[in-house]
């Protein structure tokens, strides 16, 4: 059984979300703190992590960053705080998805399912070709990792998503708006500067000079090409 791990401090949105957790066949386990998170997290693993941004103990962004030190599960934040910058910090600090309160339980199960199957596929492993090599780039799907120059590049789930993505495509330009839906699993009116923070991370793992990439280009107004380097 799939396993969830709700970390939000208001008691009648843990209750609801584990009813309606239970109801799409999931296990749900809470916490109402950071260090209680933590705990748990150290045990049984989880499959995926929500997340409230507003903790008692320790902000939902430092917590996260904890988390992704030893984690690669999907995480999703819950926030009543909807602004841009916000969301985007909470992608920067390793999130793989941000709903704003208050949303609809279909929306809440959709966003969970959509994340949830897109680190199942790319769990699986590639038949008959384990690792695409791209100049000193090599991406590798049996450890869900990509190596430059032979230094291990320790992408997150998405990080890999998205590079596997473009690697499968090599070459070709990819507008942003399919790249979004292929990744993340749905469309959002967000989702080129959602891309976009990840398209930054990505470069600053795998680009010698993040600022003048010659493996992930940008093509302006359009999207995003992977190429050998020249």
């Known amino acids: 059984m799939t396993r969830v791990l709700v970390v939000d401090d208001d008691s009648f949105l843990v209750r609801s979300l584990e009813k309606l957790m239970l109801s799409e ?18 045990g049984e693993p989880f499959d995926l992590v929500v997340l409230d941004v507003g903790l008692p103990d320790m902000d939902g962004f430092s917590l996260c960053r904890r ?31 941000y709903i704003v309160k208050p949303f609809t339980p279909r929306e809440f199960v959709a966003r969970v399912r959509a994340q949830l199957r897109r680190a199942n596929e790319y769990s699986r492993p590639v038949e008959a070709r384990n690792e695409i090599r791209i100049g000193d780039l090599v991406v590798d799907f049996d450890r869900h990792d990509a190596f430059i120059s032979g230094k291990r590049a320790q ?10 993505l473009l690697a499968r495509h090599v070459d070709k330009v990819l507008s942003s708006e399919w790249i979004f839906e292929n990744v993340w699993g749905f469309q959002s009116e967000t989702g080129p500067k959602t891309l976009a923070v990840y398209v930054r991370r990505l470069r600053c793992k795998i680009e010698a000079d993040p600022d003048h990439p010659k493996y992930l280009l940008t093509v302006r107004g359009f999207g995003y090409q992977l190429v050998f380097p020249s």
């Open 25 to 42: 066949g999931f296990f749900c386990q809470s916490a109402s703190s950071a260090r209680e998170a933590l705990r748990l997290l150290e």
């Open 67 to 97: 988390i992704r030190l030893k984690h690669r599960m999907p995480v999703l934040f819950l926030s009543a705080r909807g602004e841009s910058a916000e969301r985007v910090v909470g992608l920067e600090v390793g999130a793989d998805d």
């Open 155 to 164: 992408l997150t789930e998405r990080e890999f998503e998205l590079l596997a």
